[in-house]
Antibody
Protein backbone atom coordinates (compact mmCIF):
# COMPACT_ATOMS: atom_id res chain seq x y z
CA UNK A 1 0.00 0.00 0.00
CA UNK A 2 1.53 3.27 -1.14
CA UNK A 3 1.35 6.01 1.49
CA UNK A 4 2.47 9.62 1.40
CA UNK A 5 2.91 11.97 4.36
CA UNK A 6 3.56 15.70 4.17
CA UNK A 7 5.48 17.56 6.86
CA UNK A 8 6.66 21.10 7.43
CA UNK A 9 5.85 24.36 9.20
CA UNK A 10 2.19 25.27 9.39
CA UNK A 11 2.93 29.00 9.57
CA UNK A 12 5.23 30.98 7.29
CA UNK A 13 5.85 34.72 7.33
CA UNK A 14 5.22 36.82 4.21
CA UNK A 15 8.24 37.09 1.88
CA UNK A 16 9.83 33.98 3.41
CA UNK A 17 10.21 30.50 1.92
CA UNK A 18 7.69 27.71 2.37
CA UNK A 19 9.36 24.30 2.69
CA UNK A 20 7.53 20.96 2.77
CA UNK A 21 8.66 17.35 2.57
CA UNK A 22 6.70 14.30 1.46
CA UNK A 23 7.83 10.92 2.76
CA UNK A 24 6.73 7.94 0.69
CA UNK A 25 6.24 4.44 2.10
CA UNK A 26 5.16 1.25 0.41
CA UNK A 27 6.93 2.13 -2.84
CA UNK A 28 10.47 3.12 -3.79
CA UNK A 29 10.56 6.48 -5.56
CA UNK A 30 13.62 5.20 -7.45
CA UNK A 31 11.41 2.55 -9.09
CA UNK A 32 9.64 5.16 -11.22
CA UNK A 33 6.55 7.35 -11.57
CA UNK A 34 6.29 11.10 -11.28
CA UNK A 35 5.63 12.65 -7.86
CA UNK A 36 3.87 15.94 -7.44
CA UNK A 37 2.57 18.76 -5.31
CA UNK A 38 -0.96 20.17 -5.50
CA UNK A 39 -2.47 22.89 -3.33
CA UNK A 40 -5.96 23.98 -2.36
CA UNK A 41 -6.66 27.43 -0.89
CA UNK A 42 -9.36 27.38 1.80
CA UNK A 43 -12.76 26.92 0.21
CA UNK A 44 -11.32 26.84 -3.30
CA UNK A 45 -10.29 24.37 -5.98
CA UNK A 46 -7.17 22.37 -6.73
CA UNK A 47 -4.04 23.86 -8.30
CA UNK A 48 -1.16 21.82 -9.65
CA UNK A 49 2.23 23.13 -8.47
CA UNK A 50 4.71 20.77 -10.11
CA UNK A 51 5.98 17.23 -10.59
CA UNK A 52 9.33 15.47 -10.40
CA UNK A 53 10.64 12.18 -11.72
CA UNK A 54 13.06 9.94 -9.81
CA UNK A 55 15.82 11.17 -12.09
CA UNK A 56 15.20 14.74 -10.93
CA UNK A 57 13.46 15.90 -14.10
CA UNK A 58 10.78 18.47 -13.25
CA UNK A 59 7.80 20.28 -14.69
CA UNK A 60 6.27 23.29 -12.97
CA UNK A 61 3.04 25.25 -13.28
CA UNK A 62 4.04 28.32 -15.33
CA UNK A 63 2.18 30.59 -12.91
CA UNK A 64 4.49 29.49 -10.07
CA UNK A 65 7.64 28.50 -11.94
CA UNK A 66 9.71 31.51 -10.90
CA UNK A 67 9.20 30.71 -7.20
CA UNK A 68 9.06 26.90 -7.06
CA UNK A 69 11.70 24.23 -6.66
CA UNK A 70 10.87 20.54 -6.28
CA UNK A 71 13.66 18.11 -5.42
CA UNK A 72 13.89 14.39 -4.73
CA UNK A 73 16.02 12.36 -2.30
CA UNK A 74 15.75 8.72 -3.31
CA UNK A 75 17.99 7.61 -0.41
CA UNK A 76 15.35 8.88 2.03
CA UNK A 77 12.44 8.00 -0.29
CA UNK A 78 11.10 11.53 -0.12
CA UNK A 79 10.63 14.61 -2.23
CA UNK A 80 10.38 18.25 -1.25
CA UNK A 81 8.80 21.56 -2.20
CA UNK A 82 10.22 25.03 -1.78
CA UNK A 83 8.14 28.10 -2.60
CA UNK A 84 9.87 31.44 -2.21
CA UNK A 85 8.58 34.96 -1.53
CA UNK A 86 5.25 33.75 -0.19
CA UNK A 87 2.22 35.98 0.31
CA UNK A 88 -1.19 35.46 1.86
CA UNK A 89 -2.34 34.12 -1.51
CA UNK A 90 -0.13 31.08 -0.92
CA UNK A 91 -2.15 30.05 2.13
CA UNK A 92 -3.52 26.62 1.28
CA UNK A 93 -3.65 22.94 2.08
CA UNK A 94 -0.65 21.43 0.32
CA UNK A 95 -0.92 17.84 -0.92
CA UNK A 96 1.77 15.55 -2.23
CA UNK A 97 0.69 12.80 -4.60
CA UNK A 98 1.89 10.15 -7.03
CA UNK A 99 1.16 10.69 -10.71
CA UNK A 100 0.13 7.29 -11.98
CA UNK A 101 1.01 6.01 -15.44
CA UNK A 102 -1.03 6.40 -18.58
CA UNK A 103 -2.46 2.91 -18.44
CA UNK A 104 -3.03 2.58 -14.70
CA UNK A 105 -4.48 6.02 -14.01
CA UNK A 106 -4.66 8.04 -17.23
CA UNK A 107 -1.92 10.30 -15.86
CA UNK A 108 -4.04 10.99 -12.82
CA UNK A 109 -2.84 11.33 -9.23
CA UNK A 110 -3.62 7.90 -7.80
CA UNK A 111 -2.15 8.17 -4.29
CA UNK A 112 -2.38 11.28 -2.10
CA UNK A 113 -1.07 12.45 1.23
CA UNK A 114 -3.56 13.70 3.80
CA UNK A 115 -2.53 17.31 3.15
CA UNK A 116 -1.02 19.95 5.39
CA UNK A 117 -2.36 23.45 5.95
CA UNK A 118 0.20 26.19 5.49
CA UNK A 119 -0.81 29.68 6.56
CA UNK A 120 1.13 32.72 5.43
CA UNK A 121 0.88 35.41 8.06
CA UNK A 122 3.07 37.68 10.13
CA UNK B 1 -9.87 31.05 -12.61
CA UNK B 2 -9.54 27.36 -13.48
CA UNK B 3 -8.46 26.10 -16.89
CA UNK B 4 -11.33 23.60 -17.04
CA UNK B 5 -14.90 24.82 -16.47
CA UNK B 6 -17.38 23.06 -14.22
CA UNK B 7 -20.70 24.18 -12.74
CA UNK B 8 -20.15 25.25 -9.11
CA UNK B 9 -23.01 23.15 -7.80
CA UNK B 10 -25.29 20.23 -8.55
CA UNK B 11 -27.95 18.43 -6.57
CA UNK B 12 -30.24 15.44 -6.60
CA UNK B 13 -32.39 13.25 -4.42
CA UNK B 14 -31.47 9.71 -3.33
CA UNK B 15 -31.82 7.25 -6.18
CA UNK B 16 -31.67 9.92 -8.87
CA UNK B 17 -29.12 10.20 -11.66
CA UNK B 18 -27.04 13.38 -11.81
CA UNK B 19 -24.45 14.55 -14.27
CA UNK B 20 -21.60 17.03 -13.90
CA UNK B 21 -20.09 18.67 -16.96
CA UNK B 22 -16.53 19.79 -17.64
CA UNK B 23 -15.35 21.82 -20.61
CA UNK B 24 -11.86 22.59 -21.76
CA UNK B 25 -9.88 23.20 -24.91
CA UNK B 26 -7.90 21.47 -27.63
CA UNK B 27 -4.71 21.51 -25.54
CA UNK B 28 -6.22 19.53 -22.67
CA UNK B 29 -9.49 17.60 -22.97
CA UNK B 30 -9.39 17.81 -26.74
CA UNK B 31 -6.11 15.90 -26.98
CA UNK B 32 -5.84 13.94 -23.71
CA UNK B 33 -7.98 11.74 -21.53
CA UNK B 34 -9.91 13.13 -18.60
CA UNK B 35 -9.90 12.10 -14.96
CA UNK B 36 -12.38 12.79 -12.18
CA UNK B 37 -11.68 13.16 -8.48
CA UNK B 38 -14.03 12.95 -5.53
CA UNK B 39 -13.21 14.97 -2.43
CA UNK B 40 -15.24 14.16 0.65
CA UNK B 41 -15.36 16.91 3.31
CA UNK B 42 -12.06 17.33 5.12
CA UNK B 43 -10.23 14.68 3.11
CA UNK B 44 -7.77 14.48 0.24
CA UNK B 45 -9.10 14.03 -3.29
CA UNK B 46 -9.54 10.46 -4.52
CA UNK B 47 -9.20 9.34 -8.13
CA UNK B 48 -12.73 8.34 -9.15
CA UNK B 49 -12.60 7.94 -12.93
CA UNK B 50 -9.53 7.81 -15.16
CA UNK B 51 -8.92 7.67 -18.91
CA UNK B 52 -12.40 9.11 -19.56
CA UNK B 53 -14.46 6.16 -18.33
CA UNK B 54 -12.39 3.69 -16.29
CA UNK B 55 -12.90 3.09 -12.59
CA UNK B 56 -10.08 2.29 -10.16
CA UNK B 57 -10.59 -0.80 -8.07
CA UNK B 58 -13.23 -0.25 -5.40
CA UNK B 59 -15.18 2.52 -7.15
CA UNK B 60 -18.83 1.50 -7.59
CA UNK B 61 -20.16 1.17 -11.12
CA UNK B 62 -22.76 3.83 -10.25
CA UNK B 63 -20.04 6.25 -11.31
CA UNK B 64 -19.34 6.62 -15.03
CA UNK B 65 -17.59 9.08 -17.29
CA UNK B 66 -17.66 10.13 -20.90
CA UNK B 67 -15.86 12.51 -23.20
CA UNK B 68 -16.68 14.17 -26.50
CA UNK B 69 -14.40 16.66 -28.18
CA UNK B 70 -13.35 19.27 -25.64
CA UNK B 71 -16.05 18.40 -23.10
CA UNK B 72 -16.63 15.62 -20.64
CA UNK B 73 -19.17 14.57 -18.07
CA UNK B 74 -19.42 12.51 -14.91
CA UNK B 75 -22.62 10.64 -14.22
CA UNK B 76 -23.71 9.27 -10.88
CA UNK B 77 -26.70 6.93 -10.89
CA UNK B 78 -28.60 5.66 -7.87
CA UNK B 79 -27.49 8.71 -5.90
CA UNK B 80 -26.65 8.04 -2.26
CA UNK B 81 -26.13 10.37 0.69
CA UNK B 82 -22.46 9.38 0.88
CA UNK B 83 -21.95 10.76 -2.62
CA UNK B 84 -22.24 14.28 -1.21
CA UNK B 85 -18.80 15.72 -2.01
CA UNK B 86 -16.84 18.01 -4.28
CA UNK B 87 -16.03 16.62 -7.71
CA UNK B 88 -13.13 17.82 -9.86
CA UNK B 89 -12.32 17.09 -13.48
CA UNK B 90 -8.70 17.11 -14.62
CA UNK B 91 -6.71 16.53 -17.78
CA UNK B 92 -3.14 16.78 -18.98
CA UNK B 93 -2.51 20.07 -20.75
CA UNK B 94 0.02 19.95 -23.58
CA UNK B 95 0.65 23.71 -23.43
CA UNK B 96 1.43 23.71 -19.72
CA UNK B 97 3.09 20.26 -19.74
CA UNK B 98 1.17 19.38 -16.64
CA UNK B 99 -2.29 18.57 -15.32
CA UNK B 100 -5.06 21.16 -15.10
CA UNK B 101 -8.14 20.99 -12.91
CA UNK B 102 -11.69 22.24 -13.05
CA UNK B 103 -12.94 24.57 -10.35
CA UNK B 104 -14.94 21.80 -8.72
CA UNK B 105 -18.63 21.00 -8.40
CA UNK B 106 -20.23 20.68 -5.00
CA UNK B 107 -22.81 17.88 -5.11
CA UNK B 108 -25.62 18.08 -2.59
CA UNK B 109 -27.88 15.10 -1.94
CA UNK B 110 -31.24 16.54 -0.94
Amino acid sequence: QVQLQESGPGLVKPSETLSLTCVVSGYFISSGYYWGWIRQPPGKGLEWIGIIYQSGSTSYNPSLRSRVTISVDTSKNQFSLKLTSVTAADTAVYYCARLGGAHSSGWGFDYWGQGTLVTVSS
Amino acid sequence: QSVLTQPPSASGTPGQRVTISCSGSSSNIGSNTINWYQQLPGTAPKLLIYSNNLRPSGVPDRFSGSKSGTSASLAISGLQSEDEADYYCAAWDDSLNGPVFGGGTKLTVL
